[in-house]
């Protein structure tokens, strides 16, 4: 089945480091944007990071820019997010997701909403 699969969450020290991935099966990403989002205990699903089909754009929240980098791998059909820097606040579920339009934004607000494909969502969980 078409599906996005995350991985590489975990428990981190505040100050650690975590990288997540997006990995495609059934079909491939090369044509899509993908987006990371991410949703704490009792608070709203956010954006945090974007990437357009070439790689050659990528947009980030104000929160987590500077400490999180969206790259992609179109040959591993990946996409990945790597966080340095990690705070108490970056606790959440991290999910991807995929669209394949080329007239997409994948710019806040809505990073490039509404998607073709979900993960099932990864736990990140920063605590001392």
């Known amino acids: 089945?078409?599906?996005?699969?995350?991985?590489?969450?975990?428990?981190?020290?505040?100050?650690?480091?975590?990288?997540?991935?997006?990995?495609?099966?059934?079909?491939?990403?090369?044509?899509?944007?993908?987006?990371?989002?991410?949703q704490a205990p009792g608070k709203e699903r956010e954006g945090v990071s974007c990437i357009s089909s070439s790689g050659g754009r990528t947009n980030y929240a104000d929160s987590v820019k500077g400490r999180f980098t969206i790259s992609r791998d179109n040959a591993k059909n990946t996409v990945y997010l790597q966080m340095n820097s990690?705070?108490?606040?970056?606790?959440?579920?991290?999910?991807?997701a995929a669209v394949r339009n080329p007239f997409r934004l994948c710019s806040p607000p809505n990073w490039g909403h509404p998607f073709d494909y979900w993960g099932q969502g990864t736990q990140v969980t920063v605590s001392s």
Do not use: H
């Open 1 to 38: 089945q078409l599906q996005l699969v995350e991985s590489g969450g975990g428990l981190v020290q505040p100050g650690g480091s975590l990288r997540l991935s997006c990995a495609a099966s059934g079909f491939t990403l090369d044509y899509y944007i993908i987006s990371w989002f991410r």
């Open 86 to 96: 990690l705070k108490s606040e970056d606790t959440a579920v991290y999910y991807c």
